[in-house]
């Protein structure tokens, strides 16, 4: 199986702060890697898909980037309403993986 | 749009079975798979599976082949996944999932179910 992990674990920042999760996977993905946003209480969303396509009505404040092991996820200008975790997923190969997620706060 | 509606909370015993459903509304149900994803409480995200109602096709994740069978009733347009032998880390919130593609799994989940908690305990 793939493994992936992510980093940090959780994170601390300032509404407006420039904000970036990596996710690393343990084999070449090549660009099959999605990013889900989960608040608290609610199922996951579908964010990004194949690495930095935006979902519609996703805010162009997010943006993936990233390929073969290495990834990442940044938040622009972090608001209020991304408090949430974050988690990569890979699709290269069954069974589909997830990153153990990324806990967003606010400061 | 897209819905998908799940059944109630469970509660089983170690050892009993459980069979959760995801109605599917708003789309062409034979056309395109269901994945299911569980958390753990407080814990990630795990895929479990998907099957095909368009050619009743399965794939599970090898943790869980010959503990869960997962199927679907093309006139209610509803999946079920079922769960044998439950043991207390079965203890989870079960998601399904729309698939983009009928044909094969192909892991993108853009359509989520509420959720459903199923409880292991003696």
């Known amino acids: 199986d793939i493994q992936m992990t992510q980093s940090p674990s959780s994170l601390s920042a300032s509404v407006g702060d420039r904000v970036t999760i990596t996710c690393q996977a343990s084999?070449?993905?090549?660009?099959?890697l999605n990013w889900y946003q989960q608040k608290p209480g609610q199922a996951p969303k579908l964010l990004i898909y194949?690495?930095?396509d935006l979902v519609t009505g996703v805010p162009s404040r997010f943006r993936g980037s990233g390929s073969g092991t290495a990834f990442s996820i940044t938040i622009s200008s972090l608001q209020p309403e991304d408090i949430a975790t974050y988690y990569c997923?890979?699709?290269?190969?069954?069974?589909?993986?997830f990153g153990p997620g990324t806990k967003v706060d606010i400061k | 749009q897209v819905q998908l509606v799940q059944s109630g909370p469970e509660v089983r015993k170690p050892g009993a079975s459980v069979k959760v459903s995801c109605k599917a509304s708003?789309?062409?149900?034979?056309?395109?798979?269901i994945s299911w994803v569980r958390q753990a409480p407080g814990q990630g995200l795990e895929w479990m599976g998907w099957?095909?109602?368009?050619?009743?096709?399965?794939n599970y994740a090898q943790k869980f082949q010959g503990r869960v069978t997962m199927t679907t009733d093309t006139s209610t347009s509803t999946a079920y996944m079922e769960l044998r032998s439950l043991r207390s880390d079965d203890t989870a919130i079960y998601y399904c999932?729309?698939?983009?593609?009928?044909?094969?799994?192909?892991?993108?989940?853009?359509?989520w179910g509420q959720g459903t908690l199923v409880t292991v305990s003696s």
């Open positions: 999932t729309k698939e983009p593609s009928g044909i094969e799994a192909s892991g993108t989940f853009e359509h």
């Open positions: 708003g789309y062409t149900f034979s056309s395109y798979g």
């Open positions: 099957i095909s109602d368009y050619n009743r096709n399965t």
């Open positions: 084999h070449d993905i090549s660009g099959y």
């Open positions: 194949d690495v930095s």
């Open positions: 997923q890979q699709y290269h190969s069954l069974p589909f993986t």
